[in-house]
C-alpha cells in the first residue's frame, strides 16, 4: 500500500458519492479550494489531490486513511509489531436486541462481553457484537439468540457488496440485509423466500449513506450461554 494506492481509493469513494447525488464537482471543488476544472481532471484521473484537499474530503466523508486500507494490508502491518496474536480479547455486547419491530441498539451492555481471537479483530474499527431476534426474511443465515461480531469502519460500510451482510437503520428499526448499488441506488434484499428468489427493494437515502448503513457483520455464532 502506498500513497498512490490511497490516492485511487479516495477517487473512487468521490465518484461512489457522485453518482449517488450526495455529492457535486462545485461542491467538491468548494471543499478542497481547487477550481472546478481541475476537480474533473481529478476524477478522471489526470490530476492528483494535494494533501491538504485530500484531508479536507476525508473529513467531509467522515473517513481515514485506514479506512482506506484493506482488511489485509491492515492486519499485516499491525501484525508485524502486535505482541497478542493468538490471545482473546472481549468485545462488549449491545444492550437490547438487533431485528425487525426493535430499535437499533446502540449501547453497550456495563456486564456482557464476548471473546474473540486477538488477530480476529485488528482490522476492525471500533468493533461491537449485537444479540440477533427472530428474523423469518433472514431464516438462512440468522437464528433467534445468535451473536453478530460487527464492524463500524465507514469503509466497510461505504462501498456495500451483496455478498455481504450488513445492519440497516430503517425508521429507527436496526436489521440485518444484503445490500448492493446500482446506477447510483441502494437496494436492501432478504434471502430467498419459497420461490427461490432473493427479494430486492430500493431504499431511499434521505442523507448519506453511513446514517443508513451502520455496520458490515463480520461472524454469526450461535449464542449457548450465560456471557
Known sequence: ?????????????????????????????????????????????????????????????RMSLLDLATSPEIRQTVCKTCSEQGSYREVPILEGWLGPGLPLPTAPSPAQRYPFPSPQ???????????????LRMAGVIKENDLALLDRSPHSRLLPHEDSLYVVSRH???????????????????????????????????????DVVKARVVWIGRFFGCL
Open 1 to 61: 500500500m502506498n500513497f498512490e494506492d490511497l490516492q485511487e481509493r479516495l477517487v473512487v469513494a468521490l465518484k461512489l458519492r457522485l453518482q449517488n447525488g450526495d455529492l457535486t464537482e462545485r461542491r467538491l471543488a468548494h471543499l478542497t479550494g481547487i477550481s472546478q476544472p481541475h476537480v474533473h481532471n481529478v476524477l478522471k484521473g489526470a490530476r492528483i489531490l494535494s494533501p491538504v484537499a485530500a484531508d479536507r474530503i476525508l473529513r467531509y466523508l
Open 121 to 135: 479483530l485488528l482490522p476492525l474499527t471500533d468493533p461491537t457484537v449485537a444479540r440477533l431476534a427472530l428474523d
Open 172 to 210: 429507527g428499526e436496526g436489521l440485518i440485509r444484503r445490500l448492493r448499488m446500482n446506477a447510483g441506488l441502494l437496494y436492501v434484499g432478504t434471502e430467498p423466500d419459497g420461490s427461490g428468489r432473493r427479494i430486492w427493494r430500493e431504499l431511499t437515502l434521505d442523507g448519506h449513506i453511513l
